[in-house]
């Protein structure tokens, strides 16, 4: 098991940044690729970034590109995701996750543990 508890959430204003930790506990984290997805109500989870194991590779979704940066430090079991030029549209909880997959996989079914989110509000 992995337990995986997001932070950093909260609201901001559209043109502004935030920084999205992911911290884990449990099995040793370096072996699971590291998702960030996002949700809104009503709507499916929707892929924001991934990164490999070494943190050596990431992807993004197209419209996160330029804006978002994922990073991990295996060291401290943490992943982030820096977000900058925010807009209302990126408003949703955002949710960190784990997989064992083999790569760098944009769909959710490949992640096998997820943290319980944390709300992202950008206002306009």
């Known amino acids: 098991q992995v337990q995986l508890v997001e932070s950093g959430g909260g609201l901001v204003q559209a043109g502004g940044s935030l920084r999205l930790s992911c911290a884990a506990s449990?099995?040793?984290?370096?072996?699971?690729?590291m998702g960030w997805f996002r949700q809104v109500p009503g709507k499916e989870r929707e892929f924001v970034a991934a990164?490999?194991?070494?943190?050596?590779?990431?992807v993004y979704a197209d419209s996160m590109k330029g804006r978002f940066t994922i990073s991990r430090d295996n060291a401290k079991n943490a992943v982030y995701l820096q977000m900058n030029s925010l807009k209302p549209e990126d408003t949703a909880v955002y949710y960190c996750?784990?997989?064992?997959?083999?790569?760098?996989?944009?769909?959710?079914?490949?992640?096998?543990?997820w943290g319980q989110g944390t709300q992202v509000t950008v206002s306009s």
């Open positions: 449990g099995r040793t984290f370096s072996p699971y690729v």
């Open positions: 996750a784990a997989g064992l997959t083999p790569y760098k996989s944009r769909n959710s079914a490949e992640y096998d543990y």
């Open positions: 990164i490999s194991r070494s943190g050596g590779s990431t």
